[in-house]
């Protein structure tokens, strides 16, 4: 992944199509804050007329002081010029961190979104903590540059062409020399381009390297602590810290030798206008305030020379950050048509089914299966088997399987499976999926406008009422991530109620009684074949008690889909 990564951004960077595509992405993203954004750029622009206004009056003041004349009106004018260059200077940075700050996160909420339309199996080979980064810093390195980099270089460049034309009303030959620093500018930046965008790619992956451990650590702190691995994670951590710092190191370094270079070149101008206004004014060719603008507007005009030179890497900084966002948005999307098909009497077939995660490792072959409407069909088979993966291929979390899974209701219509189809299906996963919040919070994702009655009927569905009602704040009871603060056969019973308050005419339970003793899961089960209106329903368990509950039942094994009447000792087999 990493040298692939690499290797795609240098492409990107070499090949014109895809720089196209980068900025016809980058385009593509800033279309919506044009107007704020040539707000920003006009205000910068205005910011390097008051400068030149700046120098000329100084001009004028020093000269008009040489020859005697009064000069109280220039120290006037030249305040008033200042005082305004604050106020558009403050009004600028008012400006650009609420332009910044909107835009960075309309980037954000974009690729935030296609992270959630991403096909799962797809998405879920990227650690959260790399797309964490890839979600705050690196889309804040692109935002930041939209926002800040393109409207300073555009900015720069203006400020270089006037700044070169009004020195050149003065002096030609200064004019020039003055812009002799761009050359050292140009191959210094070029230089550093090539490297920057190596480097800048390397320390966004070191840096999600670093976060994915600490969150990864965090959110099983209880591990580490059980098995007393706090100075091994610390160390750990600081091993990546390092592996960080080297990258850190290398593009500061590279960063530092090319400023030095630059400010030489600068200073060698700067000391060359000084020496040549001096020269002038002892051969009174020039006047002091001849050599005031002249040493202001040098200034000004390598100033901005040199700031353009050093946008060069972070503008590759942006394009290299660009390109780990652009790579999320190059997986397959998921097509969420809505479904067409009436709901009554659902069942689903499963015809010529192959699957594997990985080639030549099938999970599936050519299995099938009728699940019919309204039964309840529990799925057993031994561990790592693939019932699991059914379930995600019945919800079309890949696409990537061959044979057809087909939903089909009393009246003969028929619907292949597709994300859509999770409207109509409940799913009730494996091991703890609440999310921190309340319980009703937590219930309410299965259906936000849900009243009070239906959560408590979800919660009596789950054998989950007695408990919660019990609880301080009852069902106002704040839970922690994953469930915190509560059992886990609470917790399971609380994501039943979930999914049961959802009423989907289709619902799938993947070990979902596991942590309940048999008391509370006869409950649950009495619940669930009582629920109005009635699901078809698939159960994965291992359970005796929940295969009584079913009407028949499906065992996985030799990567096909059997129906058998199992035999108690089979069924732990
Ligand atoms: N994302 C994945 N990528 C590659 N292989 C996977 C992935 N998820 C699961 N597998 C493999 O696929 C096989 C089936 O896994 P699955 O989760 O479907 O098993 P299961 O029958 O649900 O097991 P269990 O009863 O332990 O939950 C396992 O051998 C597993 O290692
Ligand atoms: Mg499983």
Same mark, same amino acid.
């Given at each position: ?11 990107? #960077? ?8 980068? #900025? ?6 800033? $279309? ?28 004028? =003041? ?12 220039? #120290? ?79 900015? /720069? ?7 070169? @034309? ?38 966004? *992956? ?11 650590? /965090? ?64 051969? $009174? ?5 001849? =050599? ?18 050093? =946008? ?10 660009? +390109?780990?966002?652009?790579? !999320? ?35 599936? *072959? $050519? ?47 028929? *619907? ?8 109509? #299906? ?19 994702? +299965? ?11 979800? /919660?009596? +569905?789950?054998?989950?009422?007695? @408990? ?9 009871? $704040? ?45 649950? !089960? ?17 359970? =005796? ?15 096909? !889909? ?9 069924? @732990?087999?």
């Amino acid at each position: 992944m990493e040298i692939q990564t690499i290797n795609k951004i240098r492409n990107m #960077i070499k090949n014109k199509d895809a720089q196209k595509e980068y #900025i016809k992405w980058l385009a593509a993203y800033s $279309k919506p804050f044009i107007p704020q954004l040539a707000l920003i750029f006009l205000f910068d622009t205005l910011l390097s007329f008051t400068n030149i206004g700046l120098a000329l009056v100084g001009k004028e =003041m020093v000269d008009r002081a040489t020859n005697g004349s009064g000069v109280k009106n220039y #120290i006037l004018m030249y305040m008033a010029v200042m005082f305004s260059s604050l106020v558009v200077t403050a009004l600028y940075q008012l400006i650009a961190a609420v332009v910044y700050e909107k835009f960075g996160f309309g980037i954000r909420k974009r690729v935030y979104r296609r992270i959630l339309d991403t096909n799962w199996l797809d998405i879920t080979k990227y650690h959260t903590g790399d797309l964490m980064t890839r979600l705050t810093s690196d889309v804040a390195a692109v935002a930041g540059g939209i926002a800040e980099t393109i409207p300073t270089i555009i900015r /720069l460049i203006v400020q270089v062409v006037i700044t070169f @034309f009004t020195l050149a009303f003065f002096d030609w030959r200064l004019a020039m020399l003055a812009l002799a620093v761009a050359p050292v500018a140009a191959v210094v930046s070029w230089l550093l381009g090539r490297k920057v965008k190596y480097l800048t790619v390397k320390v966004q *992956e070191t840096e999600s390297a670093y976060r994915s451990f600490m969150q990864e650590s /965090l959110a099983n702190i209880l591990i580490v602590k059980s098995f007393r691995t706090e100075d091994y994670s610390e160390k750990h951590l600081t091993e990546l810290r390092d592996e960080r710092l080297h990258w850190v190191l290398k593009k500061t370094r590279m960063g530092v030798a090319a400023s030095s270079v630059m400010s030489l070149a600068f200073q060698i101008g700067y000391v060359t206008a000084f020496a040549w206004g001096v020269i002038g004014i002892s051969n $009174k060719t020039l006047t002091f305030g001849t =050599m005031t603008v002249f040493l202001s507007l040098v200034n000004q005009i390598q100033g901005p020379i040199m700031s353009l030179a050093e =946008m060069i890497p972070k503008v590759v900084t942006i394009l290299a950050s660009a +390109g780990r966002i652009i790579e !999320l948005q190059e997986l397959p999307e998921e097509v969420k048509s809505a479904t067409n098909i009436k709901t009554e009497g659902l069942g689903l077939k499963v015809n010529d089914l192959s699957f594997a995660y990985v080639k030549d490792e099938p999970i599936f *072959e $050519k299995a099938e299966i009728d699940f019919k409407p309204g039964e309840f069909t529990a799925i057993v088979g031994r561990s790592g088997i693939g019932k699991t993966t059914l379930i995600r291929l019945i919800m079309a979390f890949t696409n990537r399987f061959h044979g057809d899974i087909e939903f089909y209701n009393k009246y003969g219509e028929t *619907e292949s499976t597709n994300a859509g189809v999770r409207e109509f #299906i409940s799913y009730v996963p494996q091991g703890n999926t609440l999310f921190s919040g309340t319980i009703r919070d937590n219930i309410c994702f +299965g259906g936000v406008k849900a009243s009070d009655r239906e959560i408590e009927e979800a /919660l009596r +569905g789950a054998a989950a009422y007695d @408990f919660v009602q019990e609880l301080p704040d009852g069902i106002d009871t $704040k839970i922690g991530e994953k469930g915190y603060g509560i059992s886990e056969g609470q917790a399971q019973r609380i994501a039943i109620a979930r999914a049961l308050l959802k009423k989907a005419p289709f619902l799938i339970l993947d070990e979902a009684t596991a942590s309940l003793d048999p008391e509370t899961e006869l409950m649950v !089960l009495d619940g669930l074949r009582n629920w109005n209106p009635r699901p078809t329903c698939l159960l994965i368990s291992h359970r =005796m008690s929940v295969l009584k509950y079913c009407d028949s039942e499906i065992r996985i094994k030799d990567h096909k !889909l059997i129906t058998e009447k199992l035999e108690p000792e089979q069924i @732990f087999a």
